[in-house]
C-alpha cells in the first residue's frame, strides 16, 4: 500500500463547475497535510495546508480532513482552464524531522 | 526577494560525466531539501539539510553528493553519471523541520543522462 494515494486522473470538469480532488494516506500518526499544484514543467507550488479535522477554506479553494477515515480533499469552486494543472498531495509526520510524502498526483483538465 | 533560484534549468549529461546541481534560497530558511521527480511519480527525497553543516540522507541518496557551507546555499552533486538519474530536479526550503512548516520550491533543474 503506498503511503499517500491519488487518482492520477485526468480528472474533467467544465468551467464554472466544482472540481474535487482526494486523496488517502496510510499513516495514522500523520497530523499535517498539503496540497501543491503544479503547472506541466514547472515547479509545486503550495496553494493549502490543513492541520485539524474538517474543512478549511481559501478563496475558490475548500480542505477537508477527515483523520479517522484518513483522507484528505481539496475542493476547487468555480473551476477556471487556468486551474488545469497536476494536483499534489502531500502528507508530513509531525514527530521528528519533517518528511514530506507526496502522492503521484491527479491531473485536473477544466474546459472552457 | 527570488526565494529559491536553481541552476542550471537544463542539462545533458553523457554516462559517467559528472556535474552541480545550483541551489540557493534567500529566505534565510533553515532547511533545505533535494527531491527528484520522475515522470508520472511523486517528488522522492534525495538528501536535506538542517543547517550549515548538516546534511542527511533522504529516500533515493545512492549515487548523489551533497554539501551545506551557508545557510544559503545547497548544492547537490552528481558523480559517474547514470541513465537513472534522469529526472526534474528540485531543490526546496523551509522555515523549520517541523511537520507544520511549509515549503517552498526552486524552479527545478531538469536534467537527461544520455
Known amino acids: 500500500q503506498k503511503e499517500v494515494e491519488q487518482n492520477s486522473g485526468p480528472l474533467s470538469v467544465p468551467e464554472g463547475a466544482i472540481a474535487s480532488l482526494n486523496c488517502t494516506y496510510s499513516?495514522?500518526?500523520?497530523?499535517?497535510f498539503f496540497w501543491y499544484r503544479q503547472y506541466s514543467g514547472k515547479s509545486p507550488e503550495l496553494i493549502m495546508s490543513?492541520?485539524?479535522?474538517g474543512d478549511k477554506e481559501d478563496g475558490r479553494f475548500t480542505a477537508q480532513l477527515n483523520k479517522a477515515s484518513q483522507y484528505v480533499s481539496l475542493l476547487i469552486r468555480d473551476s477556471q482552464p487556468s486551474d488545469s494543472a497536476t494536483y499534489l498531495c502531500?502528507?508530513?509526520?509531525?514527530?521528528?524531522?519533517?518528511?514530506?510524502?507526496f502522492g503521484t498526483g491527479t491531473r485536473l483538465l477544466v474546459s472552457p | 526577494n527570488a526565494g529559491v533560484t536553481q541552476t542550471p534549468k537544463f542539462r545533458i549529461l553523457k554516462i559517467g560525466q559528472s556535474m552541480t546541481l545550483q541551489c540557493t534560497q534567500d529566505?534565510?530558511?533553515?532547511?533545505m531539501y533535494w527531491y527528484r521527480q520522475d515522470p508520472g511519480m511523486g517528488l522522492k527525497l534525495i538528501y536535506y539539510?538542517?543547517?550549515?553543516?548538516?546534511?542527511d540522507k533522504g529516500e533515493v541518496p545512492n549515487g548523489y553528493n551533497v554539501s551545506r557551507s551557508t545557510t544559503e546555499d545547497f548544492p547537490l552533486r552528481l558523480e559517474l553519471a547514470a541513465p537513472s538519474q534522469t529526472s526534474v530536479y528540485f531543490c526546496?526550503?523551509?522555515?523549520?523541520?517541523?511537520?507544520?512548516?511549509?515549503?517552498?520550491f526552486g524552479p527545478g533543474t531538469r536534467l537527461t543522462v544520455t
Open positions: 526546496a526550503s523551509s522555515q523549520t523541520g517541523t511537520g507544520y512548516s511549509e515549503q517552498y
Open positions: 499513516d495514522r500518526v500523520s497530523q499535517s
Open positions: 490543513i492541520y485539524s479535522n
Open positions: 502531500a502528507v508530513n509526520r509531525v514527530t521528528g524531522f519533517q518528511k514530506l510524502v
Open positions: 529566505m534565510n530558511h533553515n532547511y
Open positions: 539539510s538542517v543547517g550549515a553543516g548538516i546534511t
